[in-house]
């Protein structure tokens, strides 16, 4: 059982609200807290620092719970349990649980997971990311860049993390009317200077 007292209440409600993963998700908080991580709130859900490091995070859907390693990519996944989450997802990985049992049979796993990313984390280890240029610009917006100089020189002043954000946004509407409806609606925050969600 994790240590009352590493228990942040800031967090409590998030494991009373999830009642389909309510008893997995306190066995994944409790297996968390007892590697010695800090629980804070982070995004919503529960997240676990080391050295104010993000570590893992808990999160619930639909069909699973799960617990997603921050740098997941850097780890050695001597079991091969770790899941990207979507091909755009570069550095985080997931371990994915349908109940309780899944998760008290992999308990010594989990804790050796852990570890290691904390000492990950401890050794200031970095994932190489995929430049801006290599993710897929859609030919609509090349275009406006071509025809507006203005725009061009606000997006390419944006931050990489900002350019990408548009360009996956962009890109993933399958048809053209809708990347070009995209594109229009976002002339205006790319001109300010912001990103997608900012």
């Not at 001597?78 to 992999?106: D, H, M, Y």
Request: include cysteine; charged fraction near 25%.
């Amino acid at each position: 059982m994790a240590k009352l007292n590493s228990m942040n209440p800031k967090v409590d409600w998030y494991f009373t609200k999830n009642k389909k993963w309510q008893t997995e998700i306190e066995t994944l908080r409790t297996i968390i807290l007892d590697c010695g991580l800090t629980e804070e709130l982070k995004w919503g859900v529960p997240c676990y620092t080391l050295n104010k490091g993000n570590i893992v995070l808990i999160h619930v859907f639909k069909e699973y719970c799960a617990l997603l390693f921050h740098k997941g990519v850097l780890l050695k996944d001597s079991k091969g349990i770790l899941i990207q989450q979507t091909p755009n997802v570069q550095v985080a990985r997931q371990i994915r649980f349908t109940n309780v049992k899944e998760i008290v049979k992999l308990t010594p796993t989990l804790t050796a997971y852990i570890k290691e990313a904390m000492e990950v984390e401890k050794a200031g280890l970095k994932a190489p990311l995929k430049k801006t240029t290599e993710f897929t610009m859609p030919e609509e917006f090349q275009t406006k860049l071509a025809k507006n100089a203005a725009l061009k020189k606000a997006f390419y002043t944006l931050t990489p993390g900002r350019q990408r954000g548009y360009l996956l946004y962009f890109s993933s509407a399958k048809q053209t009317a809708t990347r070009e409806s995209r594109i229009e609606k976002y002339i205006p925050q790319i001109l300010k200077g912001k990103g997608l969600d900012d």
